[in-house]
């Protein structure tokens, strides 16, 4: 397990939520200390995949962490240097384009913005239905940006959903061990 402490911001997307506290336990596997992060929109929403409340106990429980839900919580991580990466999972097109222009509004948003002022890698793993069409601007500015990373993606359903993208949760861990050194993890664009 590497002595290295990863925030972990969930976002909306909750279709994704399995797959991606999948992930979450594979992240805490392979790393010491796993801080969850929740953003408004996902501590918020019951919906049928999941009640908020059970998703952020599951949270906590894989982690060993309490949730991170208010701009107050998450603002010290900066000052602090408190993580070594974060990573924000599922990353929507409403996020997407707030760290594009630089919006801090929200639990998740604002964690980016205090982790980037060390300089320290920020992940995404999207999970937009609007990837190919309105978001494909602000990915295409979070690319060229510093210190931004992306889970490698792909269309998850390009005849009943050509403008969605998805990242694959099975290379989150990847990733990570990726931009913590600097790397973008190749391909960002997989087949299907």
Known sequence: MENKTIG?????????????????????AAYERVIPIFSL???????????????MARAEKITGHPVLKTISDVEPLGPKKLLDLLVIAPCTGNTLAKLSHGIADGPVTMAAKSHLRNGRPVLLAISTNDGLSTAAENIGRLLA????????????????????????PELL????????????????????
């Open 145 to 168: 940006r510093k210190h931004y990373y992306f889970v490698p993606f792909r269309q998850d359903d390009p005849i009943g959903k050509p403008t969605s993208l998805v990242a694959e």
């Open 41 to 55: 929109a996902s501590q918020s929403t019951d919906s049928r995949f999941g009640l908020a409340g059970e998703h």
């Open 8 to 28: 972990f911001a969930f976002c909306g997307s909750m279709c994704t939520y399995e797959k991606t506290f999948a992930a979450l336990m594979q992240v805490k």
């Open 173 to 192: 861990t990847p990733a990570i061990a990726a931009a913590l050194s600097g790397k973008q993890l190749q391909p960002v664009l997989l087949g299907s």
